[in-house]
């Protein structure tokens, strides 16, 4: 691949201090390992808003839309919690994913061995579980008109949300589920509410078509999600790529989250169409966690899920396999050692802070590069 752009958009709280530790790998990857990263790096969320009064620039937004890959940190605090709606830190985010038309997350759920016992369900269940989780980004019941709480003149009020999905919006969620569960496990299990709802009708129908035409080759099976729901943390190990919708997916990702310990350790990518001319999809890679104000400058917050996200990046945007591999298991080395932040703290072990862990995670891909 000729170049490698990247911009980094650290965000506020949190987000730069995590962004740090990914710069330090970054930083050794160009200098030791040639991989020619060009970095970029702009403003979102509260500190765009500070400087340019919008959760982010028209020219940070640009820089977006012209990068490889975006890495974001986190938005918001309560600094900004009375700004006006439309530039929220938030709305940074949304804005993000619609203008580079990002319908497809992805929230991976692995156990690493070493924090098994802290999982919420029997350490049997979870421990060395990997599974994906494909949610469809820009449709369905968040974005379907009509949406409003409409007034009935009785003293009555109605909430209307309007789900709805069309062919093409459930061919290519279904499509990179497909093709990731290829490099993956070859399983793919579709998500939806046939027996209720005419859009899970359509769902199961054109997910079983895309799969008879394209992927036959990869396993597919469906589920009702609220079974999804149940069997998710009755027997994870069964599933290997969920597919889902926007709600369902919202949902079911986060019970999948949970399964695997803190906030801290959760990656997550979101990845447009593939351009027609380059092949290249549009992507952001961002934590699932938040900007976490009650700990931001304390230098306690862990860096793993910025830096699994970073890996996640050099897998699908730049197809360095190896790199990736060898990311994940720098970060699974350095839990095997011992080495904790503060929320994944448990009895015996070393607690360090965000720099300590980037460093010994930065030492760990390095000595496994050698
Ligand atoms: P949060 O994820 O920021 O924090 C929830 C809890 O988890 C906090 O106790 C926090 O200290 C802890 N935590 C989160 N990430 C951690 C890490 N890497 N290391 C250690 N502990 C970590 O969620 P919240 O408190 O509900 O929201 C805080 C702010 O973040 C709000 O302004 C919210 O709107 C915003 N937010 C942003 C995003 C995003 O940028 N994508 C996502 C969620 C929330």
Redesign the pocket.
Known sequence: MASKKLLLLP?D???PE?MAEVRKIIGYMNSELKSEFVLDEGLV?GSAYDAHGAAISEADMAKALAADAVL???????K??SVPYDVR??AG?LRLRKDMELFANLRPAICYPALADSSSLKKEIVEGLDILIVRELTGGVYFGEPKEIRDLGNGQKRGIDTQVYDTYEIERISGVAFELARTRGNKVTSMEKRNVMKSGVLWNEVVTATHKTKYSDVKLEHMLADAGGMQLVRWPKQFDVIVTDNLFGDMLSDIAAMLTG???MLPSASLGAPDAKTGKRKALY??????????AGTG???????IASFAMCLRYSFNMIAEADRLESAVAGVLDDGLR???IMAEGKTRIGTAEMGDAILAKFRALAA
């Open positions: 965000g709280g949190i987000g995590a969320g974001f940190g986190a938005v918001g605090g309560p900004w919690d830190p938030e985010l803190s906030l801290g961002e934590p699932v966690h938040g900007s976490a104000p009650d700990i306690t917050a862990n860096p793993i899920a910025m932040t503060a929320d």
